[in-house]
């Protein structure tokens, strides 16, 4: 008997991979986990490219649907190559996360060197020239995102110190984005769950009425290697440090040959999503670190779903 239903809450666009290699203008290794902004019609997605050199940078694609993106000739933004940047960028740029406060675009990314992985902020208004405002995290962090306003009158952002080598998602706070501080375990990976090995955010938080919405990255170690999934935790919207809710089933999982097959194998890893004004949300992925993908869902389904499969085990 064949069965019909959909095994994810998210819908891949048929579509997919929204971008390969073959999109790209110029020689590099592979393109993924694109960070997007909408600005007016128009979608914007920073990709994270990996040169053939072996490191990572950024290049810009745009669209006028959200899913067919055409890439700019050149990277938009390379390693910084001296300086105290220069120092701790030397084995590239990663994981751009794009958040929108007052008409001001903050990329957090991951700034890779030979002391580790470290969080960097930078700004950017048309996403050509970008401004490096701060190294803010020490070696061992990465997966830094923005909440999308200021909180009881701070910056609030996630992020995933490795702590004692599975890492947890913690919340800080900030009143001017070169400091943080407040620092506490928000989620932490789940024994028996999906998101037993290792976590992070992944997405910019996203405002609902229930609660922020975080999707976030989960991975299980399976004897082949680990599988990334994609799933939901909502937190408080005054006092986000507070789970409200945290789905046991991921809503995304490797399954198309693009997400199973490629640099890295089984991976979905979303840096971001785009909420319609229709209540769909279109959520951006890098799939086996190879290529760009888009899944879409209607955000109330997501909330629902969040709320009705809560585990906070
Ligand atoms: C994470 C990050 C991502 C990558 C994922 C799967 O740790 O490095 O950039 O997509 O692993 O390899």
Redesign the pocket.
């Known amino acids: 008997m064949l069965f019909k239903i959909g095994r994810d809450i998210f819908h891949r666009w048929e579509g997919n991979p929204a971008l390969t290699l073959a999109d790209i203008p110029f020689r590099c290794n592979t393109v ?2 694109g960070t997007p902004v909408k600005r007016g019609d128009e979608y914007l997605l920073l990709l994270r490219i990996e040169g053939q050199q072996g490191y990572s940078f950024f290049a810009l694609a745009k669209s006028r649907d959200g899913f067919r993106f055409d890439v700019e000739e050149k990277p938009v933004l390379l390693p910084a190559r001296d300086g105290v940047w220069g120092r701790y960028e030397s084995q590239g740029i ?2 751009p996360r794009a958040t929108c406060i007052d008409g001001t675009y903050y990329i957090m990314y991951t700034a890779t060197g030979d002391y580790g992985h470290r969080i960097a902020l930078a700004k950017t208004d048309d996403f050509h020239a970008f401004e490096r405002v701060a190294l803010i995290s020490e070696p061992g962090n990465k997966d830094g995102v923005l909440f999308p306003e200021k909180i009881n009158g701070q910056y609030v952002r996630l992020d995933r110190p490795i702590g004692l080598g599975t890492g947890s998602i913690w919340i800080s706070y900030s009143n001017d984005l070169y400091s943080w501080g407040d620092s506490k375990v928000l989620i932490s990976p789940r024994s028996g769950y999906w998101d037993s090995y290792r976590i992070g955010a992944s997405a910019p938080p996203i405002r609902t009425k229930e609660g922020w919405l975080e999707i976030y990255h989960g991975v299980k170690m399976t004897s082949a290697g680990p599988v ?1 999934r994609a799933g939901t935790v909502l937190l408080d919207l005054e006092a986000p440090s507070k789970v409200v809710a945290r789905c046991s089933v991921p809503l995304l999982s490797p399954r198309e040959d693009y997400e199973r097959v490629g640099d ?1 194998g089984n ?1 979905v ?1 979303a840096c971001g999503a785009i909420v319609e004004p229709t209540g769909e949300v279109k959520m951006y992925y ?1 799939a086996a ?1 190879t290529c760009v993908c888009v899944a879409t869902a209607p955000l109330q389904e997501v909330v629902d779903c969040t709320l009705n499969h809560n585990s906070q085990n």
């Open positions: 993924f986990n990663e994981d990334y890295v991976v890893f890098g670190d």
